[in-house]
């Protein structure tokens, strides 16, 4: 149940990109008939994804990943805003690192000034503070549509019509939003939008930028003439084939599977309340957390602890928690959202998906109350924390 | 993205020994803080007349190595002199183990702090010196 971190690339997908291993391998740039079949498989890419977002097929972008199209937004648009003297970002605490490790890059190297946006303790940036933020050095503002981690879901739509009234170009992450929610580019005032095809049960390696026809922004991968001239390399032809089909099955399931994640979220999140005493949802509730996203912080214990029970149980999660990952710091979302450093490191979050089962909804139910209470009772800080409430 | 942990590491994980507390310790110790996200408190039973640690157990808020590091530690000082255990050090521990990941290191120095802790609450509470503490630097 770490359907966040990637999916499966889905049958179908397959189906459709195997060709262009094989028999179709022309290179879309040369001249020769057969090369043609490459060139028109990545413009029928091209289309499904416009589709999808309601934006003309002229204005998508496929790139490496979702990293590079968050990159290319953020570098390119600074770059090419230097030369009108604008050197000002305005993005937020708790974005993905594609977007803040390029920030610091560029207040590192190329002398621009950024602000990251606090947010709530939901995780939700107010748009009157995007509008408080806005000088007239301000190149752009970038805000993630969906947060990756606690699944609060920001407002877009709000914060696109500031920007378009200011005339700033708006940028939204949209790699976890965009395998779950609809998206309309143009009713939501969108200028750029970065898409990942690996999160919506497509391959991994391709990703997407969508701009907005005369949007303002500099190459970031230079060479060669693909991509009308605005991203050079070979195309990976298999990969954006298996992107565009993932994006048309995607979008046509897009309402059913919404409502059947949404259910099993609220079953899960209703459960591990009920069962599990001071657990700690983080993030927004309803219509506003990501359909798929369930995140709980549990006082007293730490994640990685719950990880490896689960695993030991057959099952997938993430954490927050700084023992997960190579660095020793907790995670910067939990932390910009108020968390206490013991509650971040005591995050756990299951992100569900096609190969969840209600079945699997129960067994997490059955097991992790067991698991959470027996790390807890071997824990000095629950103990600390019971006495502190008087219960011990 | 769970760590290479040795099989070592996740039996005590598992299933850690010596979990728990003593009623009327003769020493506790404590180390590490909420922030870093560990937190390692050792008691003690400490004969008297042979000055053997007779009984020994842990609580630990923290990953699977500080879990792990914590029982395998309290194995290695049990039935120990309490100046036996004061030589115990981190890599022993580690060792015992099979080997901790490199940045999981301090979870071992974290065991050796506790019992020196919990060492030196005892010897204070039986007029005996207390030994100066070398803090790492972790």
């Given at each position: 149940?770490?359907?966040t971190?990637?999916t499966?690339?889905?049958?179908?997908?397959l189906?459709?990109?195997?060709?262009?291993?094989g028999?179709m391998?022309?290179?879309?740039?040369?001249?020769?008939?057969f090369?043609?079949?490459?060139?028109?498989?990545?413009?029928?890419?091209?289309?499904?994804?416009a589709?999808?977002l309601?934006?003309?097929?002229?204005?998508i972008?496929?790139?490496?990943?979702?990293?590079?199209a968050?990159n290319?937004a953020?570098?390119?648009?600074?770059?090419k805003a230097?030369?009108?003297?604008?050197?000002?970002l305005?993005?937020?605490?708790?974005?993905h690192?594609?977007?803040?490790?390029s920030?610091e890059?560029?207040e590192?190297?190329e002398?621009?000034?950024?602000t990251?946006?606090p947010?709530?303790?939901?995780?939700?940036?107010k748009?009157?503070d995007?509008?408080?933020?806005?000088?007239d050095?301000?190149a752009l503002?970038?805000?993630?549509?969906?947060?990756?981690e606690?699944?609060?879901?920001?407002?877009?739509?709000?914060i696109?019509?500031?920007?378009r009234e200011?005339k700033i170009p708006?940028?939204?992450d949209?790699?976890?939003?965009?395998a779950h929610?609809n998206?309309?580019?143009k009713?939501?005032?969108?200028?750029?939008?970065?898409m990942?095809?690996?999160?919506?049960?497509?391959p991994?390696?391709?990703g997407?930028?969508?701009?907005?026809?005369?949007?303002?922004?500099?190459?970031f991968?230079?060479?060669?003439?693909q991509?009308?001239?605005?991203?050079?390399s070979?195309e990976?032809?298999a990969?954006?084939?298996g992107f565009g089909?993932?994006?048309?099955?995607?979008?046509s399931?897009?309402?059913?599977?919404?409502?059947?994640?949404?259910a099993r979220?609220?079953?899960l999140?209703?459960g591990?309340?009920?069962?599990?005493?001071h657990?700690?949802?983080?993030g927004a509730?309803?219509?506003k957390?990501?359909?798929n996203?369930?995140?709980?912080?549990?006082?007293?214990?730490?994640?990685?602890?719950?990880?490896?029970?689960?695993?030991?149980k057959?099952?997938?999660?993430s954490?927050?928690?700084a023992?997960?990952?190579e660095?020793?710091?907790?995670?910067?979302?939990?932390l910009a959202?108020?968390?206490?450093?013991?509650?971040a490191?005591?995050s756990?979050r299951?992100?569900i998906?096609r190969?969840t089962?209600?079945?699997?909804i129960?067994?997490?139910?059955?097991v992790l109350?067991?698991?959470?209470?027996r790390?807890?009772?071997m824990?000095?800080?629950?103990?600390?924390y019971?006495?502190?409430?008087?219960?011990l | 993205?769970?760590?290479?942990?040795?099989?070592?590491?996740?039996d005590?994980?598992i299933?850690?020994?010596n979990?728990?507390?003593?009623?009327?310790?003769?020493?506790?110790?404590?180390?590490?803080n909420?922030?870093c996200?560990?937190?390692?408190?050792?008691?003690?039973?400490?004969?008297d007349d042979t000055k053997?640690?007779e009984?020994?157990?842990?609580k630990?808020?923290?990953c699977?190595?500080?879990?792990a590091?914590s029982s395998?530690a309290?194995?290695?000082?049990?039935?120990?002199s309490?100046e036996?255990?004061?030589n115990?050090?981190?890599?022993?521990?580690?060792e015992?183990l099979d080997?901790?990941?490199?940045?999981?290191?301090?979870?071992s120095v974290?065991?050796?702090?506790a019992?020196?802790e919990?060492?030196?609450d005892?010897r204070?509470?039986?007029?005996?010196?207390l030994?100066?503490?070398?803090?790492h630097e972790?």
């Amino acid at each position: 149940m770490d359907h966040t971190a990637t999916t499966p690339t889905s049958p179908e997908v397959l189906k459709a990109m195997m060709p262009y291993f094989g028999e179709m391998f022309g290179n879309p740039s040369s001249v020769y008939s057969f090369s043609r079949q490459s060139r028109t498989a990545i413009e029928k890419a091209r289309g499904q994804v416009a589709h999808a977002l309601n934006a003309d097929p002229s204005e998508i972008f496929f790139t490496g990943s979702g990293t590079e199209a968050d990159n290319w937004a953020l570098k390119g648009t600074l770059e090419k805003a230097k030369l009108k003297g604008k050197n000002h970002l305005i993005t937020t605490s708790i974005e993905h690192h594609a977007i803040l490790h390029s920030a610091e890059f560029l207040e590192a190297y190329e002398g621009v000034d950024v602000t990251y946006l606090p947010v709530d303790s939901e995780g939700f940036v107010k748009v009157e503070d995007v509008a408080a933020a806005i000088t007239d050095k301000t190149a752009l503002v970038s805000v993630m549509f969906a947060n990756n981690e606690v699944g609060t879901i920001e407002p877009i739509a709000e914060i696109g019509a500031l920007c378009r009234e200011r005339k700033i170009p708006f940028h939204t992450d949209a790699v976890q939003a965009a395998a779950h929610l609809n998206i309309d580019v143009k009713a939501m005032n969108i200028d750029m939008l970065s898409m990942s095809a690996h999160k919506m049960y497509g391959p991994k390696g391709v990703g997407a930028l969508y701009m907005k026809k005369g949007t303002r922004t500099e190459n970031f991968i230079h060479g060669g003439a693909q991509e009308r001239k605005h991203r050079a390399s070979t195309e990976n032809i298999a990969g954006i084939v298996g992107f565009g089909e993932a994006m048309e099955i995607l979008k046509s399931r897009l309402d059913e599977d919404k409502a059947i994640n949404s259910a099993r979220r609220d079953k899960l999140i209703a459960g591990i309340l009920e069962k599990i005493p001071h657990a700690k949802l983080n993030g927004a509730t309803g219509d506003k957390r990501l359909p798929n996203n369930i995140n709980f912080s549990f006082i007293g214990v730490e994640g990685e602890t719950l990880l490896l029970d689960l695993d030991s149980k057959g099952i997938s999660a993430s954490t927050g928690s700084a023992c997960s990952s190579e660095s020793l710091d907790p995670s910067h979302v939990l932390l910009a959202l108020g968390l206490k450093h013991e509650m971040a490191h005591g995050s756990l979050r299951f992100t569900i998906g096609r190969l969840t089962t209600d079945e699997q909804i129960d067994y997490v139910l059955e097991v992790l109350p067991e698991i959470v209470a027996r790390r807890r009772a071997m824990s000095p800080l629950w103990e600390d924390y019971l006495k502190s409430k008087g219960e011990l | 993205m769970a760590l290479d942990y040795s099989k070592k590491v996740m039996d005590h994980f598992i299933n850690p020994r010596n979990v728990g507390e003593i009623e009327n310790p003769d020493g506790v110790g404590e180390a590490g803080n909420p922030k870093c996200g560990d937190i390692m408190k050792i008691y003690l039973k400490v004969n008297d007349d042979t000055k053997i640690i007779e009984d020994v157990k842990f609580k630990t808020f923290g990953c699977a190595s500080a879990i792990a590091s914590s029982s395998m530690a309290t194995e290695l000082i049990k039935g120990r002199s309490i100046e036996d255990a004061w030589n115990l050090t981190n890599s022993a521990v580690a060792e015992a183990l099979d080997g901790l990941p490199p940045i999981k290191m301090h979870c071992s120095v974290l065991a050796e702090e506790a019992i020196h802790e919990a060492l030196n609450d005892y010897r204070g509470k039986h007029g005996m010196e207390l030994i100066p503490v070398e803090h790492h630097e972790e």
